[in-house]
């Protein structure tokens, strides 16, 4: 089955400042890469998601690249603001599966003022 | 308003008790998921099902069980064969095709 791996697990920026987080995939059939934001004690929140015929995305702040043939797709959030604090998941899926998404373990991301 | 409500917001088990947390969606979606999520940690996939009166048993469905009897409506039962419930469920539900999943609020369980 497969397999998502994210890195790093916490990471700390100053205020103005970009953060990337990156994850990769092992299934090569996987077409669809979500991006999610869970604040403490809430359901995670969908927050860019790109397709495997779409290289880059972008939604004001946040963009989202994907390397099909490295397997490995980042989040990019630039001029970070203290409430882009929070726990931001990565995913993978193919709809064939039944709309399966795997998860990775999560990116604690905190943003100092 | 359209969403995804979860109840309850807490829940609290005691030995050998059956619970139910309960999934609501008014987005027309078909799919719906059931994830556990442990402090610190990712999210795992306990049942989905993609159409009313079916669905399947994800990574770790042992010690729970689910039923689909109404497009809307997906409750999950933390059986008494599960012997560390403590964690936070959450509930979604798709568009089908496109895969997006969208989240509910959580129902966190604790055991006295």
């Known amino acids: 089955g497969e397999n998502v791996e994210q890195h790093p697990s916490t990471l700390s920026v100053q205020e103005g400042d970009s953060a990337v987080i990156k994850c990769t995939y092992s299934d090569s059939a996987s077409n669809y890469f979500p991006w999610y934001k869970q604040e403490l004690g809430k359901g995670p929140q969908l927050i860019i998601d790109?397709?495997?015929?779409?290289g880059e995305k972008k939604d004001q702040r946040i963009a989202v690249t994907l390397n099909k043939t490295a397997k490995h797709f980042s989040l990019h959030i630039t001029e970070t603001q203290p409430e882009d604090s929070a726990v931001y998941f990565c995913a993978a899926g193919r709809g064939s599966a039944g709309n399966m998404l795997t998860f990775g373990g999560g990116t604690r991301l905190m943003v100092k003022p | 308003d359209g969403g995804i409500t979860q109840s309850p917001k807490y829940l609290f088990r005691k030995e050998g008790q059956n619970v139910t947390l309960s999934c609501e969606q008014n987005?027309?979606?078909?799919?719906m998921y059931w994830y556990r999520q442990d402090p610190g940690q990712g999210l795992r996939l306990i049942y989905y099902?993609?159409?009313?009166?079916?669905?399947q048993k994800g990574d770790i469905a042992e010690g729970y069980s689910v039923s689909r009897e109404k497009k809307e409506s997906f409750p999950l039962t933390v059986t008494s064969a599960q012997k560390n419930p403590t964690a936070f469920y959450l509930c979604?539900?798709?568009?089908?095709?496109?895969?997006?999943?969208?989240f509910g609020p959580g129902t966190r369980l604790l055991v006295l």
């Open positions: 979604a539900s798709g568009v089908g095709v496109r895969e997006t999943q969208y």
């Open positions: 987005l027309n979606h078909d799919a």
């Open positions: 790109i397709r495997s015929n779409v």
């Open positions: 099902s993609q159409i009313v009166n079916d669905f």
